[in-house]
């Protein structure tokens, strides 16, 4: 039997079984941080004479209990007459958390080394095997007044900015997955993480064969990614792939922090990036469409509301209404996507008739588009190492020499959104309107950032993204950039898979006549295939 009691003495909860087995359910638990105990203590029976074990000190952990008391029952019997149970302590222990001085420097600098799953062990102390009255000379207030104090100032050690979210990252591999492809996804998301303005603390792994369809991981896994949050003072966990509405409910639940998926970061993102009015409709347009379904089992703000004056039965659902008027929003906001459509159509039909071509630029985020651009036409563009650093798009007018007659002529470059792996699919719908500017233009040019280690990964998924496009896109020519941060070996791997490519620098101006030149032979040959 466990019971539960307050610093004021009082028993909140009582009930039968371990530590494990009768935890309080993390959101039911005060949320102090990493800088405060629960203010709970627990004081547990046990049949056997020996120290609490792991699953309990875990479950201590876990619920952040001021203390953990265990009493060893021996003797235990029912006397003749049927009155009950008897026995005695034969002997106590207590346990406490402890501060943990190797926390301190779990910062996210520290902690780059994405992929890598050293989860810190909590630290504990537990007793010497004490009698009843030994027990009862404890001052348990004035230990708990002190380890607090030890916390807080670990805690403040950590230079903890109260605007960032603390982050613990989940990833999964499944047998479809290869090692490596698993290892960059966890790197790219750790990006998008920091992108968002999160500090990455740490990252849980685990292989498993299929996705668990309640909570993604195993069971252990929760537990395990619930005691690391705890112990590293997390605030945000991270998976690296879509959660179903119930899976997010069920990993909530059971860890007591906020989760959220790889979609929610990158919209996130793209609601900080947005600047122009069209980019902000398209953004909101895609969070309600990604929002809508997960409002189901938002606990008790989504309950039924009782039946007013002239009404019958319990009335309208909070949810229901508030579904309805999201689906409202987003006919509206789509209307308003279409107008915009016809509009960028209207700009382009007046392009065309002008007879002045245009070249798209398309490439995976932080491939280094905006700089480019900003090469070769001094469009001054936001530039930024950072993923999705521009999202609207930005047409200038590049002047180059006619392929056959050297005549000066001007052509449209256009800056696009940047791709990623398994773009969602909500921000290719909401920004449809955006990525018609690719299908739309004459040719594409695609820009690799060949210093990434994942440069044909990211290829690969931007080819797989333009094959999905409604309408066929122009001719392209890939450019690899950032050749100056690259060996010889990535260089010569290049030319030997794409021998029609360029190589240029786009922040120290390399190979930009080539290009150029290049450019001219690709619009020529546009033009003379419509």
Same mark, same amino acid.
């Given at each position: 039997m466990c019971a539960y009691l307050n610093r004021r003495g009082q028993v909140i909860r009582v009930g039968v079984g371990t530590p494990r087995q009768t935890q309080i359910p993390p959101l039911e638990l005060p949320r102090y941080g990493a800088e405060r105990l629960s203010g709970i203590r627990c004081i547990a029976t046990?049949?056997?004479?020996?120290?609490?074990? /792991?699953? %309990?000190?875990?479950?201590? @952990?876990?619920? &952040?209990?001021?203390t953990l008391v265990v009493l060893n029952i021996t003797g235990t019997g029912f006397t003749r007459r049927g009155g009950g149970a008897t026995g005695y302590v034969k002997e106590a222990y207590f346990a406490h958390l402890k501060p943990q001085e190797s926390r301190a420097l779990l910062t *996210? @600098? %520290?902690?780059? #080394?994405?992929?890598?799953?050293?989860?810190?062990?909590?630290?504990?102390?537990? *007793?010497?095997?004490? *009698?009843?009255?030994?027990?009862?000379?404890? =001052?348990f207030l004035d230990l708990v007044e002190n380890l607090e104090a030890e916390f807080q100032r670990e805690f403040i050690a950590q230079e903890v900015d109260a605007d960032h979210d603390r982050v613990l990252i989940v990833g999964v591999m499944t047998d479809e997955m290869t090692p490596q492809r698993f290892q960059d996804t966890l790197v790219e998301l750790a990006r998008l993480v920091d992108t968002a303005g999160g500090d990455v603390l740490q990252t849980v792994q685990q292989k498993r064969s299929r996705i668990h369809p309640q909570t993604v991981v195993g069971e252990g896994k929760v537990q395990e990614v619930a005691l690391t949050a705890q112990t590293l003072g997390a605030s945000l966990v991270v998976f690296d792939r879509d959660l179903s509405p119930t899976q997010v409910r069920n990993l909530e639940a059971q860890i007591g922090l906020r989760v959220v998926d790889r979609t929610e970061v990158i919209l996130d993102i793209f609601a900080q990036r947005a600047q122009s009015r069209a980019g902000k409709l398209q953004v909101e347009l895609a969070q309600l469409e990604y929002m809508l379904p997960r409002l189901a089992g938002r606990g008790q703000a989504m309950s &039924?509301?009782?039946?007013?004056?002239?009404?019958r039965g319990p009335g309208e659902t909070k949810l229901e209404t508030e579904r309805r008027a999201i689906q409202r929003r987003i006919s509206r906001l789509q209307q308003e996507v279409n107008q915009l459509q016809a509009h960028r159509s209207r700009l382009r039909q007046r392009r065309q008739h002008r007879e002045v071509p245009s070249?798209?630029?398309?490439?995976?985020?932080? %491939?280094? #588009?905006?700089?480019l651009l900003n090469a070769l036409t001094n469009a001054e563009v936001y530039t930024a190492d950072q993923l999705f650093a521009t999202l609207d798009p930005t047409t200038r007018r590049l002047v180059i020499s006619h392929a056959e007659t050297g005549v000066p002529q001007e052509i449209l470059l256009t800056d696009t959104v940047g791709f990623i792996h398994e773009l969602p699919t909500s921000l290719m719908d909401a920004f449809r309107a955006t990525l018609e500017e690719v299908? /739309?233009?004459?040719?594409?040019? =695609?820009?690799?950032?060949? *210093?990434h280690p994942a440069w044909l990964s990211h290829i690969r998924s931007v080819r797989e993204i333009l094959a999905q496009m409604p309408v066929t896109p122009g001719p392209a020519l890939v450019a690899f950039n950032k050749i100056d941060q690259v060996d010889s070996e990535t260089l010569a791997l290049a030319r030997e898979e794409f021998p029609l490519a360029v190589f240029i620098s786009a922040s120290q101006r390399l190979g930009l006549e080539t290009l150029r030149h290049r450019l001219t032979q690709l619009i020529q040959y546009a033009v003379d295939s419509r």
């Amino acid at each position: 039997m466990c019971a539960y009691l307050n610093r004021r003495g009082q028993v909140i909860r009582v009930g039968v079984g371990t530590p494990r087995q009768t935890q309080i359910p993390p959101l039911e638990l005060p949320r102090y941080g990493a800088e405060r105990l629960s203010g709970i203590r627990c004081i547990a029976t046990h049949l056997k004479p020996e120290p609490p074990n /792991e699953a %309990a000190l875990t479950a201590m @952990a876990l619920q &952040r209990l001021d203390t953990l008391v265990v009493l060893n029952i021996t003797g235990t019997g029912f006397t003749r007459r049927g009155g009950g149970a008897t026995g005695y302590v034969k002997e106590a222990y207590f346990a406490h958390l402890k501060p943990q001085e190797s926390r301190a420097l779990l910062t *996210s @600098a %520290a902690l780059s #080394k994405v992929g890598t799953s050293n989860i810190p062990s909590p630290s504990w102390s537990v *007793s010497l095997p004490l *009698s009843l009255d030994e027990l009862a000379q404890q =001052h348990f207030l004035d230990l708990v007044e002190n380890l607090e104090a030890e916390f807080q100032r670990e805690f403040i050690a950590q230079e903890v900015d109260a605007d960032h979210d603390r982050v613990l990252i989940v990833g999964v591999m499944t047998d479809e997955m290869t090692p490596q492809r698993f290892q960059d996804t966890l790197v790219e998301l750790a990006r998008l993480v920091d992108t968002a303005g999160g500090d990455v603390l740490q990252t849980v792994q685990q292989k498993r064969s299929r996705i668990h369809p309640q909570t993604v991981v195993g069971e252990g896994k929760v537990q395990e990614v619930a005691l690391t949050a705890q112990t590293l003072g997390a605030s945000l966990v991270v998976f690296d792939r879509d959660l179903s509405p119930t899976q997010v409910r069920n990993l909530e639940a059971q860890i007591g922090l906020r989760v959220v998926d790889r979609t929610e970061v990158i919209l996130d993102i793209f609601a900080q990036r947005a600047q122009s009015r069209a980019g902000k409709l398209q953004v909101e347009l895609a969070q309600l469409e990604y929002m809508l379904p997960r409002l189901a089992g938002r606990g008790q703000a989504m309950s &039924r509301l009782g039946g007013g004056i002239g009404t019958r039965g319990p009335g309208e659902t909070k949810l229901e209404t508030e579904r309805r008027a999201i689906q409202r929003r987003i006919s509206r906001l789509q209307q308003e996507v279409n107008q915009l459509q016809a509009h960028r159509s209207r700009l382009r039909q007046r392009r065309q008739h002008r007879e002045v071509p245009s070249v798209a630029l398309v490439g995976y985020t932080n %491939a280094g #588009k905006s700089t480019l651009l900003n090469a070769l036409t001094n469009a001054e563009v936001y530039t930024a190492d950072q993923l999705f650093a521009t999202l609207d798009p930005t047409t200038r007018r590049l002047v180059i020499s006619h392929a056959e007659t050297g005549v000066p002529q001007e052509i449209l470059l256009t800056d696009t959104v940047g791709f990623i792996h398994e773009l969602p699919t909500s921000l290719m719908d909401a920004f449809r309107a955006t990525l018609e500017e690719v299908t /739309e233009a004459d040719a594409l040019l =695609h820009l690799v950032d060949l *210093s990434h280690p994942a440069w044909l990964s990211h290829i690969r998924s931007v080819r797989e993204i333009l094959a999905q496009m409604p309408v066929t896109p122009g001719p392209a020519l890939v450019a690899f950039n950032k050749i100056d941060q690259v060996d010889s070996e990535t260089l010569a791997l290049a030319r030997e898979e794409f021998p029609l490519a360029v190589f240029i620098s786009a922040s120290q101006r390399l190979g930009l006549e080539t290009l150029r030149h290049r450019l001219t032979q690709l619009i020529q040959y546009a033009v003379d295939s419509r």
